[in-house]
């Protein structure tokens, strides 16, 4: 059998949903463009929090962003080229935590990152969709993506503009990169990015990262990851515990969720 080659580059990426559903393609550019294996650190979920446990549908819950076991995993992982992403920061907004709270979780990602001398890039919030949106738009999602929830527009937006001159003071301060969401990217849903955008939206963050271009590289088929193979869940109230990486690839790269 053929020696594996040792990975080039390690990307550490945290998020939501948006996050969650890009993963796989995601995972699949960073092959492409890092000439060589990749190790892969994911906190992502539909719904995740950056600070507390947090549920999808009543059925499965995930650790805070900031709490999973990502870090000390990466801690004790030895040096390596390091890319990072933050996204999906505003969900927290809508469980009723304050703009500083957020900001708070987000500058530990920031600080740890640091840390690693890693290159970060942080998406910033989706303000434009949400400053248009009428009243009944607003509570028909809020419904529906964070059912529950009693956050009142008027108070939503004022703590997301408060979060997003906080977030571009944290990225300053800490000389992590931006991505600015256009209003086109968001249709009625007014946080998840509309399908035909996805993929411009994911190559606006490749090329803040310091990575070869990917044309005329072979594109692979995108990664199959397990649905429920975080590190640390709980599923109908169960802990569950998986070992990682969750995935093993071909090409030697490796993919851990947390």
Same mark, same amino acid.
């Given at each position: ?8 580059? @390690?990307?550490?990426? &945290? ?17 492409? $463009? ?27 819950? &995930?650790?805070?962003? $900031? @709490? ?14 390091? =890319?990072?992403l933050l996204t999906d920061v505003g969900n927290d907004l809508a469980y009723?935590?304050? !703009? ?18 890693? $290159?970060t890039v942080c998406t910033l919030l989706p303000l434009h969709g949400l ?5 009944l738009r607003y509570y028909a999602a809020r419904s529906i993506l964070f !059912?529950?929830?009693? =956050? !009142? ?13 906080? &977030?571009? @003071? ?6 992590? @990169? ?31 990262? !310091? ?43 490796? =993919?851990? &969720?947390?």
């Amino acid at each position: 059998m053929a020696a594996v080659a040792p990975p080039v580059l @390690r990307a550490v990426l &945290l998020g939501a949903s948006n996050l969650t559903v890009a993963l796989p393609f995601l995972i699949d550019d960073l092959r492409r $463009t890092a000439g060589g294996p990749v190790e892969v650190l994911a906190a992502c979920g539909h719904g995740r929090s950056y600070g507390r446990w947090s549920r999808f549908l009543f059925i499965r819950h &995930l650790p805070g962003i $900031t @709490r999973c076991g990502l870090w000390a995993d990466l801690e004790s992982r030895p040096p390596l080229p390091t =890319v990072a992403l933050l996204t999906d920061v505003g969900n927290d907004l809508a469980y009723g935590e304050l !703009p500083e709270t957020v900001a708070g979780w987000v500058e530990t990602c920031l600080v740890r990152l640091a840390a690693q001398d890693a $290159t970060t890039v942080c998406t910033l919030l989706p303000l434009h969709g949400l400053e248009k949106m009428s009243d009944l738009r607003y509570y028909a999602a809020r419904s529906i993506l964070f !059912p529950g929830r009693r =956050v !009142p527009r008027r108070a939503l937006l004022e703590r997301a503009r408060e979060l997003d001159r906080q &977030l571009r @003071r944290l990225t300053r301060e800490h000389e992590a @990169r931006t991505v600015e969401p256009e209003a086109s990217w968001y249709g009625i849903d007014p946080i998840h990015v509309r399908r035909r955008w996805r993929r411009r939206v994911w190559d606006l963050i490749l090329a803040q990262w !310091p990575l070869p271009q990917a044309e005329g590289r072979e594109r692979r088929q995108p990664v199959r990851l397990p649905v429920l193979g975080a590190e640390e869940l709980r599923l109908f109230g169960l802990p569950r515990r998986h070992v990682q990486p969750a995935c093993h690839l071909a090409d030697g790269s490796t =993919v851990a &969720l947390y």
